[in-house]
């Protein structure tokens, strides 16, 4: 049994990411946002059960879909909310966008819009930990549709090769845009998949919080002792909102709302919001809140990157 | 009557038509029978066609390009549908070293018919991996045809031509022209390779401009009419193999060349055609020359550096001028209203 | 049973296959054959097997180790040797090489020099062979080697998806260049791999020509029948001579010949020859030789390509 | 003393004493720790550092490309080597959409120091897929750094700066530069990037050569003396960032300008620096400008037809014989002995 403290802290990051999200949602259609967002709403359970089991010195690497685990991760929320906003106070001084959020400080790698290219970065860097005799580890955070993409296949191999301290999570909400995962694999057998490399692979079918944190616990503190290399957890989830935008999109017909209810009915918000009391869960809603309120008013009143800035980082001199 | 189209439209015709007209003419791609069918421009296909011949795929660009490669060989025509460009980074093996090479080095035995349609992304935060103009890597091997169709007619001729093509043609297309809208006619016709088209006449200076640059450089020419220079406007449409005399012919009359590139200029497509007009005119006739493109950078998606990363109608105005009176003269033009949404609409 | 016939067929394609690499490897120090070699002495087998269970309009892809499959599925060995030396008659004029045979009309579609480039191009044609509607099956030949990259994972995905007419034909023998398979894979576990993606797969242990035959027949047959999708046969093997070229390799200590024995032992030209009648033996390695000999003589007479060849065939037109 | 080392022997002192120096820098890539040890450049690295710094890998271009990555971000100086550049299409996506873009679009948090060595092969039928010289893909890149020396001392001293450097390097290799012989200091130098070297002064022509085609230009220059044209041949070392202040100064005083690319000249090498030049001396200095490179076409591994896809010191030679007298000469000089054979030997 987990104690009511870490009830809270679960329940604060993931009712913090959900009323982000919905925020961003809300102020889209000023045009103040000219990102493409891809709304995590629905599936913050993955990002906070397995990052509330890490250390701040393990790092994630994750894709385009980066807002719940950024935050989850201790990602900072006025960098990343300048940045969505092209600021020159985000994250990535208004140079990433929404796609490429990061916070190194924080262990949050960098993110990419091109399906599955940082899984094989997260191996790399598990490969330097384990030659730094570091006892971090990494996570690999990536969706079904990149389970299609050879890279993949690649990086596991090697990670097994290697008996890296890494931890694949796969966020299956069985659509890559709109297309299932069963017009793209002829089975839906990705843990069958990974275990063939050598690699041992769980499914967690249900979105549930407290079971993903249980897990990924267990696997964390065998590879800090040094004991086993990679780990895949498939963890079933689903988006409600639509592929990118802030919007539903059930009318477009690929997916039915009937398919979401069982998800929607099993919202990890609303069950963590139940497990703790109304005074604690009010407390933290009013700080959220603020934070939040605090965080939008910076990013928009903070100045856009100056002239200049479009050739520096392009290389280092 | 003209019969206007959008450039979405004519893509979706072209490919209709094709279809229609040879059985062995297949399209596949990520989302291709999706609700969005690409913008569109795959619309109602999967349903006309059947899912054999019309197929969404998995996320697996390099193998999706062998296949399709693979398919040639066997004698259809695959048509490969990317969203963005930045994607083909994952298919180069097959796209270089192999569709590029399958004729030569197999001694003619064989040949690959087959269309890899690419997108160009730009705006909204595009940024660094959805925005790339990467057609000079495929310039640069021999073995491809390269086209980046401007407008709705071209974009349908292109098609039909990069269909029928017994090579492997890129097809490079922009998110912003498919919001183009101009004259299709509805009978089948092919717009050849090796063929630029002189948009607007003018005796002071030769704008050649690339993919959605054409569209700025047409607008360009307007805010220079007003400071009475007169700049002769060529698309060069296909890219590979290049029309070069045209391009030629127009810098023997006016002396002053601008390429504007929608990519990056160093090795790029401008480079290219400021060469290869230099070493037709020099000891002939003395030319100055200019290149713009995207700025030596990644692309930035917020808006303030972004509007500087690419060339527009005023900067390239501003380019001209200074090509053509000499120095940096720091003319910029004000904003014209109208010319935001111009749209070149033919007749041809 | 097989009949004495078939015996014989599998001999004379045995043995050609072994007597033209000999010859190869006899000729190369004369540097007339200025092509990288990668002989597959030792490994004949496979090719002789599979290629015996299949019709001329059947088709094959392979790789840069390509002699034997080539001359296996009917290809034209004056053509071969002609390419070889680089002469305008050669398969493909010259422009080819030793690392990309082709012989279109005897269903060798091409190979290539980087490895496993060729086996979504198989998957592609056999995608258009059941488009239209064809009972011709494709085989993709390829090495242990090429089982590392992303691009066979894709491509066994696929093809399971939409269940093609393909046969996956990995010739296994241990070694990519100098390094292991072990080196390269935590687990030497091709099949299980294979099978993970829904592709049924068998491994064949002991390059026993009889037995790679029967079994790829009976696949053949299926896929004919349009029963079944593709099939995957991880084909143990050993090459015998160095990765490239015509010497043998033992002392650089890679692999000892300890480890060839049993392979070498294993012979399948030698077992063929046992099989069937001395003067049947007698028969076709005269005539063997002698089409070895007329094949040899052709390519050292022919011209080298046209200066204007060196412009023609980079696009059609 | 002079000390002479080979090419083969400058990349593996290079490689040694950077790792004895930085505990931080790891070798990898297929085949390093094989017994020919990538033609003995990584010889007795894994013995000496053991196989966690120096480790052969699975045939998996891409993935061990997006590993070397994540091990820069960690801190690493990876250096990953590929025996054919052709290869490198298999990792396109890493280079150009992540390793390139890093830094730029996590505005400044991380930078990716890694070098990637690849080899550019030629002759004895390397053919259509193992020669392929593709520095200008990344040359055109914005956050890529390419360098291609050409002989011992030079390897040495880019390698050195290329580990140190904090952005992604490609390092490209030739063959037949391997076999280079040459002066090399014991010490640790870099050669930073940013200066082209004049190796040969000449009134008449600037002669650039890349890579394997620098040795082709400074025999090109022996055939050229003979008949009293003067060749200044210039060594750009770094592609990208480019000197071409340096081409420019001698282009001023020669007025004729000669680039010889070991690679396509359509968007390659050649083009990018013509345009440069001319975009820096028009309206200051008349001047005519020349391209050679690889044949359009596939590479073809018949000696007969290979002969003639790569530009040679004579066919160099009487080209140059042209952009000094003009026109078509037909010139072409016998071929001469001693020159097959010339190596460059410094010193610098
Ligand atoms: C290599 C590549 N191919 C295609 C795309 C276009 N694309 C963007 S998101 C996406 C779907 C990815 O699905 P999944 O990995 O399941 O992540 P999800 O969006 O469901 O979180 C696709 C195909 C891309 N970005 N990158
Ligand atoms: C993509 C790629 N990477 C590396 C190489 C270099 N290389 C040539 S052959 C070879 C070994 C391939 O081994 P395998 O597939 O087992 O085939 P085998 O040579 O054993 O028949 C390698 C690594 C290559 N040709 N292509
Ligand atoms: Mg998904
Ligand atoms: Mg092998």
Same mark, same amino acid.
């Given at each position: ?16 990411i959900?009323?982000?999200e ?14 493409p967002v891809h709304l995590s709403i629905g599936q913050e359970a993955v990002s906070v059960g397995v990052c ?8 994630v690497f994750g894709t385009y879909r980066s807002h719940a685990y950024y935050l989850a991760k ?23 966008g929404s796609m490429h959020l990061i ?5 949050v790698m960098g993110a990419s819009a091109v399906v599955g290219t940082t899984i094989p970065n997260a191996v ?14 990494v996570v690999s955070f990536f969706g079904d549709g990149a389970t299609d993409e050879g890279v993949f296949y690649e990086s596991l191999?090697?990670a ?6 890494i931890i694949f999570i796969c966020e299956n909400n069985f659509y890559a845009i709109h297309t299932h995962l069963l017009s793209r694999h002829?089975d839906a057998n990705l843990c069958g998949r990974v275990?063939?490399?050598?690699i041992?692979a769980e499914q967690i079918d249900n979105n549930?919080i407290?079971?993903i944190?249980?897990?990924v ?13 990679p780990f895949f957890f498939e963890c079933l989830t689903y988006r409600w909102k639509e592929h990118v935008g802030?919007?539903?999109d059930?009318?477009l017909?690929y997916r039915?709302?009937?398919e979401a209810?069982?998800w929607?009915?099993?919202?990890q ?49 | ?28 791609g990520l989302d291709?029978?999706d609700?969005k ?19 969404g795929t998995p996320l697996s660009e390099e193998a999706m ?17 990317h969203i963005r460009?930045d994607f083909?980074?994952l ?38 991996q959805h ?61 050849? =390779? ?9 005796? &002071?200076?030769?704008?050649? $401009?690339?993919? +959605?640059? *054409?569209? !700025? ?93 690419? =060339? ?9 001028? &200074?090509?053509?009176?000499? $120095?940096?003269? +720091?003319? *910029?033009? !004000? ?14």
């Open positions: 049994m987990m104690s009511k403290a870490i009830y809270e802290r679960f329940y604060r990051s993931l009712y913090r959900r009323r982000v919905e925020e961003i949602a809300r102020i889209y259609p000023s045009d103040k946002i000219k990102s509330e089991a890490l250390r701040p010195d393990d790092v201790g990602g900072d929320l006025k960098k990343m909310l300048a940045e969505l906003y092209g600021k020159a106070t985000g994250c990535a001084k208004g140079k990433g916070d190194a400080a924080h262990g790399g860097y598990a490969y330097a930990l384990r030659l730094q005799r570091k006892d971090s580890v191999n090697f097994a090769l290697k008996q890296l301290p002829k275990r063939a490399y050598g041992p549930d407290l079971k944190n249980e897990r616990k267990g696997v964390v503190d065998l590879l800090r002792a040094k004991q086993g290399g802030p919007n539903d059930f009318h017909g039915s709302y009937e209810r069982t929607v009915e099993g919202d918000v609303r069950r963590l919001a139940a497990l703790i009391a109304p005074q604690s869960r009010e407390r933290i809603e009013t700080q959220v809140e603020e934070e939040i309120r605090a965080a939008i008013v910076c990013a928009e009143d903070e100045p856009f990157p100056e002239a200049q800035e479009l050739l520096t980082d392009v290389t280092g001199d | 009557m003209e019969r206007i189209l959008s450039y979405v439209d004519a893509i979706r015709e072209a490919t209709d038509q094709q279809m229609a007209e040879d059985p062995s003419v297949v399209v596949f291709v029978d609700p069918a690409i913008q569109g421009t795959t619309r109602g296909l999967a349903e006309k066609y059947g899912p054999e011949r019309v197929f390009t062998g296949a399709a490669i693979g398919m040639a060989l066997a004698g259809l025509r695959p048509i490969h549908i460009m083909l980074m298919a180069m093996n097959q796209l270089v070293n192999v569709a590029a090479k399958s004729r030569y080095m197999y001694g003619g035995q064989v040949h690959v018919p087959m269309v890899v349609r690419c997108m160009i992304g730009k705006s909204w935060g595009q940024g660094a925005s790339q103009g990467l057609h000079s890597f495929f310039m640069h091997v021999p073995g491809l045809k390269v086209v980046a169709p401007t407008n709705p007619y071209d974009a349908k001729g292109c098609l039909i031509q990069a269909i029928r093509d017994n090579d492997p043609v890129i097809y490079v297309e922009h998110r912003i022209l498919h919001f183009q809208k101009g004259i299709v006619p509805e009978e089948r016709y092919g717009i050849p =390779p090796g063929r630029a088209r002189v948009l607007e006449e003018g005796r &002071d200076v030769t704008l050649v $401009g690339i993919s +959605h640059m *054409l569209t !700025e450089c047409l607008r360009a020419r307007c805010y220079l009419e007003t400071i009475n220079v007169h700049a002769e406007v060529i698309d060069p449409i296909w890219l590979s193999p290049l029309d070069i005399e045209t391009i030629v012919k127009s810098v023997k009359k006016t002396g002053r060349l601008c390429v504007v590139d929608n990519g990056w200029t160093t090795c790029g497509a401008s480079a290219e055609i400021v060469t290869r007009v230099i070493e037709r005119l020099q000891g002939e006739r003395e030319v100055v020359v200019h290149r713009m493109g995207y700025a030596p950078a990644t692309c930035p998606p917020t808006p303030s550096l972004e509007d500087l990363y690419y =060339p527009n109608a005023r900067t390239i105005a501003s380019a001209v001028y &200074d090509l053509v009176k000499g $120095g940096r003269n +720091h003319w *910029l033009p !004000e904003e014209r209203e109208g010319l935001q949404e111009m749209e070149f609409r033919g007749p041809f």
